[in-house]
T-cell receptor, first 116, second 110 residues
Framework: NAGVMQNPRHLVRRRGQEARLRCSPM?????VYWYRQLPEEGLKFMVY????????ESGMPKERFSAEFPKEGPSILRIQQVVRGDSAAYFC??????????????FGSGTQLSVL | TQLLEQSPQFLSIQEGENLTVYCNSS?????LQWYRQEPGEGPVLLVT?????EVKKLKRLTFQFGDARKDSSLHITAAQPGDTGLYLC??????????FGKGTSLLVTP
């Protein structure tokens, strides 16, 4: 019973490069959430996706960040032209249900992004 | 953004002691969840409470949701080293986002 799989676990980028973070939800889950955890900060919601649809991206920075969840394959969080302030742990969570009241949110182990 | 304040920020106790950590907000939440997160890992859901005044028990852990659904507490009885970790509370409403507190970092020493 594989859990939420995120890769890579660690990603190092230089300023100006692109970062691609991948998330494969649990089998049977069609709802994916991305959260960011900055040092000394709590987890911050970024985006909620269903297959082929972005449902809520209210937590995404307006520039350089994008997310997708294609019909086939993992969900991708893409950060273009990374800056040092993008260094953080990025967590993906999946659920069989929609909405924040759902009781079944499963998190992956995260991708630690370091920008040099 | 609905802020959740967790206290204490850090807690170091010895094995066998009891402890309580708190999660407070000025906002009302329709549900509140508690997670435990270990270093280098993602949060793991412990419990969800949805009714004001609700009490849930998970072995040595007791969770309570305030009557007004603005606050919650987590009480651990006879703490063990395996309880060490970051305890996060998260509140939800009608939207899709969970609002997380910054957490209480608990260290239980043998």
């Amino acid at each position: 019973n594989a859990g939420v799989m995120q890769n890579p676990r660690h990603l190092v980028r230089r300023r100006g490069q692109e970062a691609r973070l991948r998330c494969s939800p649990m089998k049977g889950h069609s709802h994916v959430y991305w959260y960011r955890q900055l040092p000394e900060e709590g987890l911050k919601f970024m985006v909620y996706l269903q297959k082929e649809n972005i449902i809520d991206e209210s937590g995404m920075p307006k520039e350089r960040f994008s997310a997708e969840f294609p019909k086939e394959g993992p969900s991708i969080l893409r950060i273009q032209q990374v800056v040092r302030g993008d260094s953080a742990a990025y967590f993906c969570a999946s659920s069989p249900l929609a909405g924040a009241r759902n009781e079944k949110l499963f998190f992956g182990s995260g991708t630690q992004l370091s920008v040099l | 953004t609905q802020l959740l304040e967790q206290s204490p920020q850090f807690l170091s106790i010895q094995e066998g002691e009891n402890l309580t950590v708190y999660c407070n907000s000025s906002s009302v939440f329709s549900s509140l969840q508690w997670y435990r997160q270990e270093p280098g890992e993602g949060p793991v859901l412990l419990v969800t409470v949805v009714t004001g005044g609700e009490v849930k028990k998970l072995k040595r852990l007791t969770f309570q949701f305030g009557d007004a659904r603005k606050d919650s507490s987590l009480h651990i009885t006879a703490a063990q080293p395996g309880d060490t970790g970051l305890y996060l509370c998260a509140g939800g409403n009608s939207g899709y986002a969970l609002n997380f507190g910054k957490g209480t970092s608990l260290l239980v020493t043998p």
